[in-house]
């Protein structure tokens, strides 16, 4: 069973790890720092769906810093999949995401954005370790996760949002660790994204 | 079966619209069984069931 100390900002892990895991560790162990935010994060602990991508956020880099671990990400297996020139890819992650899958295979990749907003800031400041054997990846606290998924739920009706894959990732996660985790922290960030009503969605 | 066509097809949109109700209802439900299911079994037990869903979409690789 999965233990989880708050604490600590630790999850001890005891899962078979998926192809999708490995993926995302090996690209993951190329990096310095990160965190892992959305949908996998929900993945990870359990949730039963694929996924196309990964989300990761980065702290900025200069163009040498970048031009390097682009170099290594190359070396490595993966490609770009959003741009096939350094300069343009830097350019284009100032302002959007890029994305890196396995060299030749589109899909599942990697969502690589830089850190910007508060929430990034709050989400790589008090990121999780998650340890899985001799493995680790880094993600976003849970209780914004929670919020966050309620928040990207798109507009609708009860019943449109009762099959909304976010709301079933926040239910998910949720579930997982209701016992665990600061539900004043969590209602916070449930405040700050101005998704109350969609609290009822997790219980 | 005779063959039907397209302009035939009548759709109850009401009974459809219940049918989704139900679907998502059952959906959620799911997701809380399946979370009970992770707190009670290993973690080798859970993930080794969900890997078959995912490995089955994303090949081994590297």
């Known amino acids: ?17 998926s192809n999708l895991d490995r993926l995302v560790i090996d690209f993951c162990n190329l990096l310095d720092s990160y965190v892992l ?21 980065i702290p900025l880099m200069s163009y040498p810093q970048f031009n390097k671990l682009w170099l290594k990400i190359h070396e490595n297996g993966f490609e770009c999949v959003t741009n096939s020139r350094t300069d343009d890819a830097f350019e284009m992650l100032k302002k959007h995401a890029i994305r890196f899958s396995i060299s030749g295979k589109p899909t599942p990749n990697i969502e690589f954005k830089i850190i910007k907003t508060d929430l990034d800031k709050y989400s790589f400041g008090n990121r999780i370790k998650v340890k899985m054997g ?14 966050y998924k309620l928040f990207l739920a798109a507009d609708g009706t009860d019943e449109e949002l009762m099959s909304d894959k976010d709301i079933e990732d926040a239910r998910h996660l949720y579930k997982i660790f209701k016992d665990k985790i600061n539900k004043d922290e969590l209602l916070i960030f449930i405040n700050k994204l101005n ?8 219980k | ?5 397209a302009e ?6 009401e009974e459809m619209k219940k049918f989704k109700v139900e679907n998502a209802r059952e959906r959620l439900k799911f997701i809380d069984f399946w979370a ?6 290993s973690d080798k037990e859970w993930s080794r069931q969900q890997n078959m869903l995912i490995d089955s979409q994303i090949p081994e690789n590297l």
Request: glycine share 4%.
């Open chain 1, 1 to 17: 069973m999965m233990e989880y100390y708050p604490d600590k900002k630790e999850i001890i892990l005891d899962r078979e790890l």
């Open chain 1, 37 to 57: 935010v959305s949908g996998y994060v929900s993945i990870l602990f359990g949730r039963s769906r694929g996924t196309e991508d990964v989300d990761l956020l």
């Open chain 1, 134 to 147: 001799k493995e680790s990846l880094f993600i976003s606290p849970l209780e914004m996760q929670i919020a």
């Open chain 1, 195 to 202: 998704v109350k009503k969609r609290l009822k969605w997790l």
């Open chain 2, 1 to 5: 079966m005779v063959k039907m066509k």
């Open chain 2, 8 to 13: 035939d097809v009548k759709v109850d949109l």
């Open chain 2, 36 to 41: 009970d299911y992770i707190k009670t079994h």
